[in-house]
């Protein structure tokens, strides 16, 4: 979601997807690099 919301239109902060993943944004960062240089 993260990623996505990134590149589109729509914007969500960090902050936002990691509170309702239950991640931090620390996690989210890492997995979302992981995740793109995957694709």
Not at 9 to 36: C, G, P, Y
């Amino acid at each position: 979601i993260y990623i996505a919301a990134k590149d589109g239109a729509i914007r969500r902060t960090q902050s936002l997807v990691a509170d309702v993943a239950k991640i931090t944004e620390v996690t989210l960062r890492s997995r979302a690099k992981q995740i793109k240089l995957r694709l």
